[in-house]
Every structure is written in structure tokens, then in C-alpha cells.
T-cell receptor, first 111, second 112 residues
């Protein structure tokens, strides 16, 4: 099994729908992150969490929310999806010494 | 606010040639990362550079870090087609506030 598992791998949804992307990790790390990648661009940080009770906004949090259900689980929600949220979404986890592990990504298309 | 800039954004080079990708960042940081990404795929970790003057090499790729200049380089030696990918540098904030800030990436195409 992968260290960081993202579900679904691909999703097409309609404008205005609520959608949740899920991430689980088996590394035992406290730190988890959600990034967004637009075509031809680098990754931008949406939200991050340093432990279950600690949630922080990243560079581009507008239109997104997160839930840290447990140390191993960190979900990203789009409350009302819009087309410009079409992107590749990555979840990651890290230890305190900067060892990052990324998931395989979720390709989201909003039509 | 930490900013990370890479250049060039696009690089097309012939097999067998050498080239360098540059990564500049705007504030003091503890760690500098290089990643490779193939189209539609996740990130593959290449190097983590932790201190001034650090140099790491793996095959045809060599990364270095100059913290005083806030500059890292990724040097490609005798390029081969398999190295075609997008390469990202990323910088970690200081200890206790770890989160990666990425450059925009360099799309490298190796022409046979």
C-alpha cells in the first residue's frame, strides 16, 4: 500500500456541487498538507495541519475547507465547485525534519 | 512572504549536452528540495540540500546550494532522453513552520 493514499484518483463534477477529496497516510506523521497544481505551474499550498487540532490556511484557501479527522486522515472540501478549481490536487505528509511524502494526486475537473 | 523563482521555465536540449537549471529564493530557509514530475504523475524526490555549500549527485544530475546567495542549481550532464520531465525546486520554511513553497518548474525536453 502507498504511504499516502488519495481518493478519488479522478473526478468530474458540476459547477456548484460539493465535493470532498480524501487523503490518508500510514507514515505516522503529524504534519499533513493539501496542494493544488494548475497546468504548467508549480504547486500552491491550500491548507496545512501540524496536528489534529491545528489547521492553517495556505496561499490559496478561498473556496476550500479541510477536516483533520485523525492523525492519518486529512480531507479537502470544495463547498461549491467552480470551473477554475479544475486542477491536480496533491496531499502530502512530512516529519519534523522535512522528509515529505506526496500522494499520487487527484485530478479534478469542474464542468 | 517566501518566493521561489526558477529559470528557465522551458528548456529544450540535445542529448549529450550539459545544462543548468537555477532556483532563487527570497528569504532564509533551512532546506532546499529538488523534485521531478512526469506528466500527470506525482512528485519524485531527487535531492534535499540542508546546508551552505551542499552538493549532491545522482547519476547525470547534480544539485548544489549557496545559502548566502539564496541560490540552488540543478546541473544536467550529458543529457539523455529519459531525463525529459518537469523539475521543481521547493524551499522549506524554518524549523517549526515547515511547509514547502515551490518554484514554477522547468519543463525539460531532451531531443535525441
Amino acid at each position: 500500500d502507498a504511504d499516502v493514499t488519495q481518493t478519488p484518483r479522478n473526478r468530474i463534477t458540476k459547477t456548484g456541487k460539493r465535493i470532498m477529496l480524501e487523503c490518508s497516510q500510514t507514515k505516522g506523521h503529524d504534519r499533513m498538507y493539501w496542494y493544488r497544481q494548475d497546468p504548467g505551474l508549480g504547486l500552491q499550498l491550500i491548507y496545512y495541519s501540524f496536528d489534529v487540532k491545528d489547521i492553517n490556511k495556505g496561499e490559496i484557501s478561498d473556496g476550500y475547507s479541510v477536516s483533520r479527522q485523525a492523525q492519518a486522515k486529512f480531507s479537502l472540501s470544495l463547498e461549491s465547485a467552480i470551473p477554475n478549481q479544475t486542477a491536480l490536487y496533491f496531499c502530502a505528509t512530512s516529519d519534523p525534519w522535512g522528509d515529505y511524502t506526496f500522494g499520487s494526486g487527484t485530478r479534478l475537473t469542474v464542468v | 512572504e517566501l518566493k521561489v523563482e526558477q529559470n528557465p521555465l522551458f528548456l529544450s536540449m540535445q542529448e549529450g549536452k550539459n545544462y543548468t537549471i537555477y532556483c532563487n529564493y527570497s528569504t532564509t530557509s533551512d532546506r532546499l528540495y529538488w523534485y521531478r514530475q512526469d506528466p500527470g504523475k506525482s512528485l519524485e524526490s531527487l535531492f534535499v540540500l540542508l546546508s551552505n555549500g551542499a552538493v549532491k549527485q545522482e547519476g547525470r544530475l547534480m544539485a548544489s546550494l549557496d545559502t548566502k546567495a539564496r541560490l540552488s542549481t540543478l546541473h544536467i550532464t550529458a543529457a539523455v532522453h529519459d531525463l525529459s520531465a518537469t523539475y521543481f525546486c521547493a524551499v522549506d520554511m524554518n524549523f517549526g513552520n515547515e511547509k514547502l513553497t515551490f518554484g514554477t518548474g522547468t519543463r525539460l525536453t531532451i531531443i535525441p
